[in-house]
């Protein structure tokens, strides 16, 4: 099985005749992703051409609204490739639409526009899982990618993944290719994002197929910690993590927006003591990671 996405998943791209929206909806074919049309108001009643998993020609249709886009194909996902400046306007059309999942890959939104969509979308009744911004987004290997995680890393395997980091979590999907994921879950390193740690880890946590799941977090901020208390009191399965920034000079705030370290709180040191109470195995580097991880695996002969 897999979390938030699945073979039959069928896909919009806000943004689809941009830059972005068409290298990605092109690289979502290519790894079997229903994609099924995309929203561009100014475009609306056209199409654009990509070809399937199968070569195939794919002539998708070009939507004025995530709302007509859903009521015309039936979409539960919609991703979005808009510049910053239109992002918030664009993931409350998807809100008001009552999309199921929105993926929102945008880097740069700013935090004030995040925190106005999420306590936006939370008034309407949580109806959208919102995974982002600032994020690679969702793939289960062999089902669907919504995203820009490269498809050809890793195949279907018992490990589910959540990482606020976008290359590192390629490098431990390559680290652990031989065993592959349920599911891999970008959820970003801004302030604000939809899904967390603790959503993931509840959502592996309840599905059967998800033998063990590792746990990318990087300096800054308290979501770790929080993730620590969560896996404590409610994961019974395995959680091996790593947290990004060990090296990183005191009191330099690092690359992601979320990571910025106030005292003690927020560094590696204190997310790695935080992890290890809660029964976490913890590597310095991502092979560790992935070598504590095959470890566990083995130990449950998944």
């Not at 998708?60 to 609204?65: N, R, T, Y």
């Not at 808009?82 to 998807?94: G, H, L, S, W």
């Not at 290359?167 to 031989?178: A, G, P, S």
């Not at 370290?261 to 092979?287: D, I, R």
Request: aromatic residues 4%; hydrophobic residues 40%.
């Amino acid at each position: 099985m897999t979390i938030f996405l699945n073979k039959d998943s069928k896909v919009i791209v806000q943004g689809i005749t941009g830059g972005e929206g068409s290298k990605h909806t092109a690289r979502m074919l290519a790894a079997g992703s229903q994609v099924v049309g995309g929203v561009n108001a100014r475009k609306a009643g056209t199409t654009v051409l990509h070809t399937d998993q199968d070569g195939n020609a794919v002539e998708l249709p070009v939507f004025a609204s995530v709302a007509e886009a859903i009521e015309q194909t039936g979409a539960d996902v919609s991703i979005a490739f808009v510049p910053p400046a239109f992002t918030k306007d664009a993931v409350i059309e998807a809100i008001d639409a009552e999309i199921p999942l929105l993926v929102i890959i945008t880097e740069g939104v700013p935090v004030q526009d995040s925190a106005e969509f999420w306590a936006y979308a939370k008034e309407q009744g949580g109806k959208t899982r919102i995974i982002g911004p600032n994020c690679p987004g969702i793939i289960s290997p062999g089902e669907s990618l919504v995203g820009i995680t490269p498809a050809n890393i890793t195949g279907k395997g018992p490990i589910g993944l959540v990482s606020k980091s976008g290359t590192l979590t390629y490098q431990m999907m390559y680290e652990l290719r031989d065993l592959g994921f349920s599911t891999a879950i970008g959820i970003g390193g801004d302030p604000i994002i939809g899904t967390t740690h603790i959503d993931a880890l509840a959502a592996f946590e309840a599905d059967p197929e998800t033998k063990a799941i590792v746990m990318i977090g990087e300096i800054g901020g308290d979501a770790e910690e929080r993730a620590a208390d969560f896996i404590k009191d409610n994961v019974t399965k395995p959680v091996v993590g790593y947290v990004a920034g060990f090296t990183a000079p005191e009191g330099k705030t690092m690359g992601h927006a979320g990571a910025i370290v106030s005292g003690s709180a927020g560094t590696a040191q204190a997310k790695k003591e935080a992890l290890e109470a809660a029964g976490v195995k913890v590597g310095k580097t991502p092979s560790e990671t992935a070598s504590l991880l095959r470890e566990v695996v083995a130990a449950l002969g998944a």
